[in-house]
């Protein structure tokens, strides 16, 4: 049995957040465009790091861009843009000391977002550092070993920067870069704990309209920050919750983890437990489904998504080398779960 959410009077800011940010982009209601929407919104929730992959016109910019602008506005105290990397240094005379120039800026920023966010006073504000078109480099170093740190919770560096003791991370401090690239060979197991991959299509990008707000938009981050869950403890508690039990609705995404752990040892990842964060955060605050009002039907929309981001991602390589490990998990896919199929044919068309 699943539990429906209470009924309520008063609106659910995360819903409403979903769709002033549709509205925003200005691509109508597909349902792609509202899955990323959605997906985006669930990864800021899970996990500190956010990469968004797709070719140049795919607009990620325009996506993150719309919705910060909605969940923060554009104050620049809590949402920072930054040049990924300097692809323009490529054609001046100091390529090397044009791209040291935009690193020590880029740590720069960081570091401010970093030092208002951990202060008290900010503990229900949420602050957002946006890298555009990172190299792998940007990738390497702000991600990667960042992430490598955050295993204790801290970190001690930034690129060019070295700090006199460990900093608690604060979880209100969110770091988003976008890769102009389809390809996820760079991903490793330092990177995915910390970090939610989001593959984008083409979104129009069309520029944005004037923003009217409504809803305070303090409001907004003081109940995201509450609804984000990203320990495996409390999300075990939602999904319980929010389900009533766990073997049958599971069973899929269960079978399909056994398979993986047997086929991969380079991953440090623990599957379940990141498949049961992302479930978790796909149910708002109140306990309405972000994917649909439907509980059950929602449920299937987060497997289907929980599955390509908690398991299929960290095993893309170990996957798109073995006919027999596709047609293992297609198997237990059938037709019930199809953006996870969709993604296993685009890997290797079997």
Same mark, same amino acid.
């Given at each position: 049995m699943i539990n429906k959410p209470n009924s309520q009077s008063s609106p659910d800011l995360e819903? +409403? +957040? /979903?769709?002033? $940010?549709i509205n925003q982009l200005e691509v109508g209601h597909s349902g792609y465009i509202r899955n990323l929407v959605i997906n985006f919104l669930i990864a800021l929730k899970s996990k500190p790091f956010i990469i968004l992959t @797709?070719?140049?016109?795919?607009a990620k910019e325009k996506l993150v861009e719309d919705f910060n602008n909605i969940l923060i506005g554009k104050d620049t105290h809590q949402y920072q843009t930054m040049i990924g990397h300097p692809w323009w240094a490529a &054609? !001046?005379? *100091? #390529?090397?000391e044009n791209i040291r =120039?935009? !690193?020590? =800026? *880029?740590t720069f920023k960081l570091e401010l977002l970093l030092e208002e966010? #951990? +202060? =008290?006073? *900010? &503990?229900?504000r949420i602050f957002i550092a946006t890298m555009t078109k990172i190299s792998r480099g940007e990738l390497l170093e702000y991600f990667t070993e960042t992430a490598f740190q955050l295993r204790h919770g801290q970190i001690m560096r930034l690129p060019g920067s070295h700090f006199f003791e460990p900093i608690p991370f604060p979880t209100n401090l969110s770091i988003i870069g976008t890769l102009d690239s389809s390809d996820f060979s760079w991903v490793d197991s330092d990177l995915l704990p910390q970090t939610t991959i989001l593959p984008c299509l083409f979104i129009s990008n069309s520029s944005s309209r004037n923003l009217k707000a409504t809803m305070n938009q303090t409001s907004f981050q003081k109940v995201l920050l509450q609804s984000s869950i990203r320990s495996p403890q409390q999300a075990f508690k939602k999904i319980l919750k929010v389900t009533n039990t766990l073997s049958q609705a599971l069973l899929p995404f269960l079978q399909i983890t056994q398979i993986l752990r047997k086929e991969l040892s380079r991953y440090a990842g623990n599957f379940l $437990?990141? @498949?049961?964060?992302? +479930?978790? *955060? !796909?149910? !708002?605050q109140t306990g309405n489904g972000l994917f649909s009002?439907?509980?059950r039907e929602n449920l299937q929309f987060a497997l289907d998504l929980a /599955?390509?981001?908690s398991l299929f991602l960290p095993c893309t390589d170990k996957i798109s080398q073995s006919k027999n490990l596709q047609d293992n998990l297609h198997k237990i896919l059938g037709n019930k779960f199809p953006n996870a199929a969709a993604y296993l044919h685009q890997l290797n068309p079997l």
């Open positions: 819903l +409403l +957040l /979903i769709e002033e $940010t @797709g070719p140049p016109e795919s &054609k !001046s005379i *100091n #390529v090397i =120039f935009q !690193s020590r =800026f *880029n966010a #951990v +202060l =008290f006073h *900010n &503990k229900n $437990t990141e @498949g049961m964060i992302y +479930l978790a *955060n !796909s149910w !708002s009002k439907d509980p /599955i390509i981001q």
